[in-house]
Nanobody, 127 residues
Framework: QVQLVESGGGLVQPGGSLTLSCAASRFGLDYSAIGWFRQAPGKEREGVSCINSDYGSTYYSDSVKGRFTITSDNAENAAYLQMNSLKHEETAMYYC????????????????????WGQGTQVTVSS
């Protein structure tokens, strides 16, 4: 059973930055990719980004490309999401998820593509 724990959420002003962390058990052994999703109240869960554990290939949604950066540290069993230039509308619960196969441009955004989920960390963008 893969366990994922997110941290790093909080309150940030519009235009500010925040880095989320995802602590994962046995990263790279039981799963091949880590993705980040977000869900605002009343909205569907949205795929934001994904990173593969082998060669570090990454994928981003158009809405965050150029502002968010996903990284991983296999030795620390962790993945991170650096978020810059945050917008009010990006207020949401952010989740990390693990996938047993690699992610690609065709699946990184789909909640159905992931096998394990964390409990989420709240990000609030407000002045």
């Amino acid at each position: 059973q893969v366990q994922l724990v997110e941290s790093g959420g909080g309150l940030v002003q519009p235009g500010g930055s925040l880095t989320l962390s995802c602590a994962a058990s046995r990263f790279g052994l039981d799963y091949s990719a880590i993705g980040w999703f977000r869900q605002a109240p009343g909205k569907e869960r949205e795929g934001v980004s994904c990173i593969n554990s082998d060669y570090g290939s990454t994928y981003y949604s158009d809405s965050v490309k150029g502002r968010f950066t996903i990284t991983s540290d296999n030795a620390e069993n962790a993945a991170y999401l650096q978020m810059n230039s945050l917008k009010h509308e990006e207020t949401a619960m952010y989740y990390c998820a693990a996938r047993t196969g690699p992610c690609s441009s065709g699946n990184y955004y789909s909640v159905l593509a992931y096998d394990y989920w964390g409990q989420g960390t709240q990000v609030t963008v407000s002045s």
